[in-house]
């Protein structure tokens, strides 16, 4: 077995990653200002929070199964490694 070489610099990947947190950065201000500007919203933390309370209840029922299906997977899994 011969040793790996990754076929791109350690320096290329955080490019990569930082390169997108700024595109995707950049994407949402955008968006907030063309919806500032263009349907006169205005988002404060309580619409962020609450979605502008036009969820509905079935949604937020999936969200809180699924996190709690995840929560029980990676807790056997950590007991499980533990012991």
Do not use: C
Not at 45 to 73: C, D, H, P, Q, Y
């Amino acid at each position: 077995m011969g040793s790996f070489k990754p076929p791109l610099d350690k320096s290329v990947g955080y490019g990569v990653v930082i390169g997108l947190g700024f595109l995707f950065a950049f994407g949402m201000i955008l968006t907030t200002f063309i919806l500032k500007r263009y349907n006169y919203e205005l988002q404060t933390s309580e619409m962020f929070s609450t979605a502008g309370r036009t969820v509905k209840s079935g949604l937020v029922s999936a969200a809180v199964v699924s996190s709690w299906t995840w929560v029980s997977i990676h807790h056997r899994w950590i007991i499980r490694r533990t012991y």
